[in-house]
C-alpha cells in the first residue's frame, strides 16, 4: 500500500523509540525511507532498534535522552541533527505508567509519570517548534496519548491527567502553530501487548478479561500502529492537524455504550431472547 520511498525527505525523531510501539515506528518509518533518529534512557534498546533499521537497509541513529530535563532534550536532538540532518519529524511516544490507587500515591509518584507524560511531550515539542520556526522550515508532532485522555481512568490516574494535557496541548498548538507550517496530531491506542505497558498494566490472569472488551476480539499489533503512524506523517495527510485517531478495535466504543454487554451472548441465543421479548400480533 505504501510506496518504499513514501517518507524518504523525513528525519524523524521518535522518543521511547527503543521499545514497543516506538520502536515498531521507528522500524517502520525507516523501511519507508525516513531517516530515523531514536532517543530513550537505556543505550542498549536504542542502539539494538538502530542496528536493525541498519539490517534492514535504513539509516538510523540513537541518542540519549531523559525528556523530563529539557538540557538533555536539546543535547539529544542536537546529537540526532548532527548524524541525520535537520528533524522534520516529531514522535512523542515516550511514557511512564503503573497500577495504583490513588489515595496510596505519593506526590513523588505522581510526578514520576506526569514528568515524563506531559512535561517530557512538553520539553520535546517546544524544543523542536522553536527550531522549525527560527528555520522557517515545516514541521509536524505526533503524539501518542491513549483512550483514557477523554474520559479519565481509575487506576491509572497520574497517566490519565497527563495523556489528557498532551492531547490539550497537540490541539493548541495545532491552531497556535499552523501559521509556521506545523501540524500536530495524535494516536490514541488501545491495548497493545507490549512488556512495557503489560508488564505494568495487564496481568496475565487479566488478559481474557480484556479481550472480551474488545469487539474485533484480538489485542493491537504493533506494526498497525506503525502504519498509522507512517500515513498520519506522510504527504498524503498534509491537511490534517489537530487530530486524534483511535486505534483500539472498537474498545472504548464498546466501554461506552449501553446494551453493547448483549454482543457478548452467542449471536444465535441472543436472537432466540429477542425473538421471545417480540410483542405477538394479538398482543398489540
Ligand atoms: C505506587 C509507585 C509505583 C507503583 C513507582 N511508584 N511505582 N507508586 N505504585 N507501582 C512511586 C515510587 O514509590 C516513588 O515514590 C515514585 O513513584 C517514583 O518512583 P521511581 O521508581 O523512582 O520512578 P522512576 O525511576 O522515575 O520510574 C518511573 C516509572 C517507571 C513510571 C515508575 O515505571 C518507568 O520508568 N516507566 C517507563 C516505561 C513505562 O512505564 N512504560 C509503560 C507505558 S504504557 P516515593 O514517594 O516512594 O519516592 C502506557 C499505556 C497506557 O502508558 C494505556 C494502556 C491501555
Ligand atoms: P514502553 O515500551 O514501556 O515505551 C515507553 C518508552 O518510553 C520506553 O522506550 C522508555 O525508554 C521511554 N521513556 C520512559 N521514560 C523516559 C524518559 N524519562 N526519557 C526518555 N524516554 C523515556 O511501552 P509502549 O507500550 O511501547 O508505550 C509506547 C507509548 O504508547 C506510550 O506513550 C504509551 O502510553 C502508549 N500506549 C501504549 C499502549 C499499550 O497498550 N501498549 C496503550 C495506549 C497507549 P527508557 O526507559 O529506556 O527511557
Keep these: 500500500m505504501f510506496q518504499a520511498n513514501l517518507l524518504q525527505d523525513h528525519v524523524v525523531l521518535i522518543t521511547g523509540g527503543g521499545s514497543g510501539l516506538g520502536r515498531a515506528m521507528a522500524e517502520r518509518f525507516g523501511q519507508l525511507g525516513a531517516k530515523v533518529g531514536v532517543v530513550g534512557r537505556r543505550e542498549a534498546l536504542l542502539q539494538e532498534t538502530v542496528a536493525a533499521i541498519a539490517a534492514a537497509g535504513g539509516t538510523a541513529a540513537w541518542a540519549r535522552c531523559d525528556v523530563r530535563d529539557p538540557a538533555s532534550v536539546t543535547a539529544a536532538v542536537d546529537a540526532i541533527e548532527a548524524q541525520l540532518g535537520p528533524v522534520t519529524t516529531l514522535i512523542n511516544n515516550a511514557a511512564g505508567n ?46 501518542i496519548v491513549t483512550t483514557y485522555a477523554w474520559t479519565g481512568s481509575a487506576f491509572v490516574v497520574p497517566s490519565a491527567c497527563a495523556k489528557a494535557g ?78 486524534c485517531v483511535t486505534l483500539d478495535g472498537g474498545e472504548v466504543l464498546k466501554a461506552g455504550q449501553e446494551f453493547s454487554r448483549m454482543t457478548d451472548i452467542p449471536r444465535d441465543e441472543l436472537k432466540a431472547g429477542l425473538a421471545m421479548m417480540r410483542p405477538t400480533k394479538s398482543a398489540k
Design 98 to 143: 503503573f497500577l495504583a490507587a490513588t489515595e496510596e500515591l505519593s506526590a513523588n509518584a505522581f510526578d514520576a509519570v506526569v514528568k515524563i507524560v506531559l512535561n517530557g511531550t512538553f520539553n520535546c515539542t517546544l524544543d523542536l517548534g522553536r527550531r522549525w520556526i527560527e528555520r522557517g522550515t515545516a514541521g509536524q508532532v505526533l503524539a
Design 166 to 243: 498532551v492531547l490539550v496541548l497537540m490541539k493548541s498548538l495545532a491552531v497556535e502553530w499552523a501559521t509556521y507550517g506545523i501540524r500536530c496530531n495524535a494516536i490514541a491506542p488501545g491495548p497493545f501487548p507490549t512488556e512495557g505497558a503489560f508488564s505494568r498494566l495487564m496481568p496475565e490472569g487479566m488478559h481474557q478479561e480484556a479481550l472480551q472488551q474488545v469487539p474485533l476480539g484480538r489485542f493491537g499489533r504493533p506494526e498497525e500502529l506503525a502504519n498509522l503512524a507512517a500515513y498520519l506523517c506522510s504527504p498524503m495527510n498534509a491537511w490534517m492537524t489537530g487530530e
